[in-house]
Every structure is written in C-alpha cells, then in structure tokens.
C-alpha cells in the first residue's frame, strides 16, 4: 500500500463519506497530473473493497467485502481454450455456484455462463459442441425445464451486452455481482430466481457485498430494466 493510499484511508476513517476534492486536499495535490494519480489510486481502493463508491466522485470506507469469487481450474481451462480458438473476441465467464449463496433455499446449480460477443457467440457454441462439452446456446424456460439438469455440468454460451461491467480474477474476466443481479432479473435461464425469489437474491447481495448501484443501473440501462431495477434497490438500500 502506498503513501498516498494511507492517507486517503485516514481521510475515509474519519468522515462518513469524502469527495475527489477533498482527496486531492488531503494529499496536497495540485497539478494535474498528480490529480490523475490520486483517481487511479482511489479506483485501486474501490476495485479492491478497502473503499466503496457513493456517487459521482462521493467515495466512503468500505464496511463490507467486494464480490471477488474463486475461479475454479476447470473454468480457467475452458477460457483458455476458447481464447486460444478465439484470440479477438470478447468473452467473460461466470459460475452457477457463485449465485448458490445469494439464493433463500441453497440450490445446486453447477452451471458454467458463458457470455460472448453476439457476433461469434454461435461459433464459440458450436466449437464447444464439437468437443463434446454439454453447451445450451441461449436457453430459455421451457429448454431448462424440459432437457438440463443444473446438477450436472453445463455450459449456458449467452451474448455479452456492450459495456457489461466486467472484472478480472487470476487474469479470466467475469461477471461483476452488478452484472450477475441484472442477468437474473432479465435473462431467461434464470426465470427460476426470478418474481419473489429475486427480491431474497437482492437482498442477500446487498447485505454480504459492496453493491455498486451507479453501476449496476446504467446496466440495467442497456438491459431495458433500469426503472424497474432502481425501484427494488432504492427500497432496499432505505432499509
């Protein structure tokens, strides 16, 4: 941890919430490229859960964990391959188990998803296919009902929406928990978690992690489900 990032986390134990100027204050900053160091560091500070992001340039110390899950060796595996296949095209993963612990009853769901961009998501599907793993290309309610076992491994390969919010884990990029609440409320598969029992996910979420709600909306945005969404976590975070 460096000089500057003691002293901003002195600033954050001492008032409830602090602003980029008053970083820059603390500091003792006053040109603009050292304001430029200050950002970069207060960005460190967010995406590693020592502090959370209030608002527009509003940050506080962080009270609660950021959502960073374990990507198990086979999911690294299949990454690598399809990077490997696929050098240029976007792609981000994430696992069933990771939802597991925001559900009101634990339910098994050893689902890997896997979101490409729309473009190549049909060859990414057909390549994993013709290697024999069990992929579902964009399945909806009816295909879970009728033919997948979410006991068993699968692969769900879904298109990746622009600008969906993303971070790297062991160098893998995957779903923020902002990106996995939005795809449960919009996504098909998920009709299961959806109605009441997305309200129990919600909720959970927001009292074991750090949620980013300027982040989590504007993906809501892209999504077509920003009112609905900022209703359920505006109640939410009043409470």
Known sequence: MTGVDTLILELASKQETFTL?????CCLVSLDEEKTKIRKRLSVLASSGKLVRKGSGTYALSDKPVFRPKVTNEV????ESLKS????TKVCVYEGPW???LLHHMASNQTTYIDV???ASEFVFD???CDGVKAYYKPDEDMIYRYVNLDERNVFVKNLVSEAPLQKIDGIPVSTLEKILVDIYCDKDFSYMQC???MRIAENAITLFNINKTKLLRYAKRRGAK???EEIYNDLLKS
């Open 76 to 79: 690294k595996e299949l990454y």
């Open 196 to 198: 009441s029992e997305y």
């Open 117 to 119: 961009e729309k473009d």
């Open 85 to 88: 296949k696929y050098p240029f």
């Open 21 to 25: 100027k008053e970083a820059y204050q």
């Open 127 to 129: 390549h994993l296919r």
């Open 227 to 229: 009112e609905e969404l």
């Open 99 to 101: 939802i597991s612990p």
